[in-house]
């Protein structure tokens, strides 16, 4: 019997890869690899050969944990995670010299304008809302990255930075504070970093 895995649910292949059913695991990369690809490319500026190996190693660490993984949410925001791990463990060693930008600040919403904005109002609002993310602090930064852009939780950035959680919110309510007060006092023109 012949059919598409494309059908299945992420739920439904991660249970068929982790039973050992290889074509599963296939179809969870096939629908994956572009996105994390795009992660390392324009949240950390990693060059097209650099992204296709932080997407390989991604994939690695995802196949290596499958016998623990417990759906606490959808797959997508797992892997994201990984892939996140990875550009920073990357990133750490030194691999990204020589990539675009030496520093990863620039997480690409300056490329996903508010479509209720002219473009020139939202180039202007996403070049501002760039040069306000730069003057954070890096660890304050990447916390809030994690946060907002890959949906990762308090626990699972507690545990990366190996901060208490409380520690986390903080860290969060100061740079969102430090964001709103870069932008004129308004929060609001910056709804990609809101709770």
Not at 9 to 30: H, M, P
Not at 36 to 57: G, K, M, N, T, W
Not at 155 to 175: C, Y
Request: glycine letters at 8%; hydrophobic letters at 35%; proline letters at 4%.
């Amino acid at each position: 019997m012949i059919f598409s895995y494309r059908f299945f649910s992420d739920g439904e292949l991660v249970k068929r890869w982790q039973d050992g059913d290889g074509r599963a695991g296939d179809e969870v990369v096939r629908r994956y690899w572009p996105e994390v690809v795009r992660i390392a490319r324009f949240a950390y500026h990693v060059q097209e050969h650099l992204a296709e190996d932080v997407a390989q190693e991604t994939f690695l660490r995802l196949q290596r944990s499958l016998h623990s993984y417990v759906a606490r949410g959808p797959l997508t925001g797992y892997v994201r995670m990984i892939a996140v791990h990875v550009c920073l463990d990357l990133r750490r060693e030194g691999a990204f010299r020589g990539t675009d930008r030496e520093d990863p600040i620039d997480n690409g919403l300056h490329e996903v304008p508010d479509p209720g904005q002219d473009p020139a109002t939202a180039l202007a609002l996403s070049s501002q809302l760039r040069e306000c993310l730069e003057r954070l602090t890096q660890r304050a930064r990447e916390v809030l990255l994690l946060k907002t852009l890959h949906g990762a939780s308090y626990r699972d950035i507690s545990r990366r930075f190996g901060i208490p959680e409380g520690t986390v919110g903080r860290i969060i309510s100061e740079a969102r504070q430090s964001l709103a007060e870069c932008m004129g006092g308004d929060a609001k023109k910056a709804p990609a970093l809101s709770a």
